[in-house]
């Protein structure tokens, strides 16, 4: 049984049309990425698989449970991280994990876990005061504290210096590597090349292709291009979908 499976997923937002009947499968242990433009909607199909958005037709079902009828247990076996995401300026590294971890009935060692994510020296450190990599690491980590099954990731590298997005690669590695099937919402063609098993492109809300990064750029017919990268094959795909 796959770990997500999404049927004809549709939302609407007024005269809007943000999902439009988006279907796909995650595997267990996958690093399954979803990638397209602005506005495409990847954070409306995630945070239905989260179960924070109800779906206007269509199912969601993770690890075979509906995220609108068993909210609470999807809610211990999802750990999520959204673009917006933020927490209060002034509270501590281990105060947020420790507030995270009372959440949950069984949560993971959040003293370990701070350590895995190299954050046991900024441990007494504001959120405020963090770096933009160490957010992103606290991030991880606060998705992590509940020990969940999958782990959503939204933008996670959004604004980070080159070194400290290959930092939360190897982080979202380690993640996949602790057993975690993860679903990762990325704009950057090189990490989604470096990181996904699997790439769905989806394009004014609707699913265009659904490959892996090598089918992509094999398959890729770009006017022009002899060599076509990944940003190629992608760019062409959701390009020729708006026309």
Known sequence: MAVIEVTNLHKRYGEQVAVDDVSFSVEQGEIFGIVGPNGAGKTTTVEAIAGLRRPDRGTVRVLGLDPQADRPRVRRLVGLQLQESQLPEQIKVWEALDLYSSFYEQPADWRALMDDMG?????????????????????????????????????????????????????????RDRGVTVVLVTHFMDEAERLCDRLAVITAGRLV???????????????????????????????????
Not at 223 to 242: C, F, I, K, Q, Y
Request: charge should be positive; glycine fraction near 6%.
């Open 209 to 243: 292709a659904l490959q892996t990064p090598a089918e992509l750029v094999a398959t890729a017919v770009v006017p022009g291009v002899d060599r076509p990268t990944l940003e190629d094959a992608v760019l062409e795909l959701t390009n020729r979908s708006a026309s």
């Open 119 to 175: 954050l046991t020296a900024k441990r007494k450190t504001r959120f405020g005061k963090l770096s933009g990599g160490q957010k992103q690491r606290l991030s991880i980590a606060l998705a992590l504290v509940g020990n969940p099954r999958v782990a959503i990731l939204d933008e996670l590298t959004t604004g980070l210096d080159p070194q400290a997005r290959r930092d939360t690669w190897d982080l979202i590695r380690a993640v």
